[in-house]
């Protein structure tokens, strides 16, 4: 297994599921940085935005400064990976709303796309450069309803809908492999940041 020891990546820490991308970043030899604050991302190598609840922390990226300084972040050609939540504040669209956050990527995402929360579940997903199937854990997750340029690359799909998207630098995805045992969709975002 590759460790990526002398890398340092961040979690933007503003609400929802942190700790585990923590302990997953450390178990393969990442230095994990709790993201607090705009001036933390001058030291980071790669930076994920987390599952939780995207308006709320769409919110709170406004009022911290975060919406301009990650388009920044992406700018440098740093990687950037999106879980749930993420992939909602990444898009460049948001079916039937006005408000979007980052839009750094180039898809048009559907939010709570698999039902509520009781409707949470999981299932075992071809993931493109994997080998075997990814046990993935979708909780009020989004979809790709729609890919809005040939930059972005479907990595994985559930009953047609793109769940695991690529773009340069970008990775986004609808479930949270941080919940999972299993670290290999994190491995292939460390190799993004390593430029591998």
Do not use: W
Not at 73 to 81: C, D, E, N, P, R
Not at 90 to 114: C, T
Not at 138 to 153: D, T
């Amino acid at each position: 297994m590759q460790h990526y020891t002398g890398y340092k990546v961040g979690v933007l820490a503003l609400q929802g599921a942190v700790s585990e991308h923590i302990e997953q970043l450390q178990s393969l030899g990442v230095e994990a940085i709790v993201v607090k604050k705009v001036a933390d991302l001058a030291m980071l190598d790669g930076l994920i935005l987390p599952g939780g609840e995207s308006t709320t922390i769409g919110k709170l990226m406004y009022e911290y400064g975060f919406i301009e300084a990650i388009k920044q972040f992406a700018k440098q050609g740093k990687a950037i990976f999106a879980t749930c939540a993420g992939m909602i504040l990444l898009a460049k669209e948001i079916v039937g709303e006005e408000n979007i956050y980052l839009s750094l990527m180039d898809i048009a995402v559907q939010r709570n796309a698999f039902g509520r929360q009781v409707d949470s579940f999981q299932s075992d997903i071809n993931v493109q450069g994997l080998q075997g199937t990814f046990p993935a854990i979708f909780i009020r997750a989004p979809y790709v309803h729609s890919i809005l340029s040939k930059k972005v690359a479907v990595l994985a799909e559930v009953d047609n809908h793109p769940v695991l998207v690529k773009q340069e630098k970008l990775l986004a995805c609808s479930f949270h492999p941080e919940l999972s045992q299993d670290n290999r969709i994190m491995q292939l975002f460390l190799a993004m940041v390593a430029g591998d």
